[in-house]
């Protein structure tokens, strides 16, 4: 009886077991299909050490962000978020696509990305798509579309005093001579001229345009153009001839947009001399026009089809005078990079390169090439049009470039990403970039830079 009621007692048990060893088994069946099945939609498997990462097919649709479940074995629990509810977005550069399926603009509900599994230590971390329910980070893909993207912010003391090589340097850059030659009825010739010299920046950088127009002498006005840009602009003749040609025959500069200037500047001689009230005078500013810029337009070319262009002026390279103007052409056309390369050679698979570039028409190559001397570092590459000063190596970056602009402020649009990337370089110093940690640290950084910042 005692033998039989300890065989009852083994049954009883082993019934109690087996629906629990069978539930164990189909979760373990289903875990090996899932797996098999996401290695079959993110394509070949590449590896280094326990860890690795699938790449997108390129099939997938357009990816865009990389929407991580959390998916882990707990020892007392098992498996946990087994619907897959993503507890986080993030991406590195080179493994994010842009495809998608109901995206407006950059970001969808539908992703497909990398993913990556650490055998040894049974955790699982990959990319599945659930319904749009489960997830943790309620951010629909209709409200995702909202997001704006700006450079930097515009607030800049209104007390700063700014240099004017930082002005000269920055309009290099950024700004415009322009004349317009514009057909007018209740003109004796039929014809008007109105000279222009304006500077375009993105709204947030509008802190900028106040610091030029306070410093030349409050002339000119800021006005809104489109959605989302500002336009600093001094159309009067008399403020063009008092404060703007003068600050610019003191402070001169020094890129190819010299030619335009001085060609801008007859073209202000003609009409302080009335000659712009003569049809004779008239042909002058268009023959001078057409060597401004982008030449003229298709109405002047069928108005005055027989006219010669000037020959445009020769602007050899004249050395640069002071520091401030660097600072000011850096802020409009320095770019501070950070990037995130797939590599098998780095024990986390990614290798952060840092990047300090001015680009510039090729006509300009001559002054990319004196950076070189002129910060120690560097090196100038051409492709097709365009010539581009790069500093990659950190040691420069570090005791050069940065030092540079520590003394001579980047302003606007620029400062805020200068900030970060002055961060970022403090973690490769301290080779934090070697850890999970510190790349997750970059990372962040990286996606509040230059068309990632978001607006606040």
Known sequence: MLFFLSISSIIEILLLLVPSLMVIAFVTIAERKTMASMQRRLGPVWGFGNFSLWDKLSNSGETLKLMVPNYSWKIMCGWINYSCMVISQKIYENIMGDRGSKSVYTTVKEQRVDGGWCVYSTHLRYTLMGFE???QIKIPSNQMNKLRFYSTDSKINSNYSLDPYFLTGFADAESSFMVLVLKEPNNKIGWTVKPRFSIGLHKKDVGILNLIKSYLSNTGSILKQGKNSMQYRVSSLRDITNVVIPHFNKYPLITQKRADFLLFKEIVDLIIKKEHLTIEGIRKIV???ASLNLGLTDDLKVAFPDIVPVTRPLVKYSEILDPNWLAGFSSGEGCFSVRL?????HRL??????TFKLTQHIR???LMENFISYLNCGSVYTYLEEAQYMVINTEDLVEKIIPFFDKYKILGVKNLDYQNFK????LVKNKEHLTTEGLDKIL???????KGRNSV
């Open 364 to 366: 300009d190559k001559e």
């Open 423 to 426: 961060k970022v370089i403090e």
């Open 349 to 354: 698979g990614f290798q952060t390169i840092l």
């Open 287 to 289: 023959a001078l026009k």
């Open 444 to 450: 962040e950084l990286k996606e509040s830079m230059n």
């Open 341 to 345: 390369k797939k590599s098998i050679k």
């Open 133 to 135: 329910r489960n997830y």
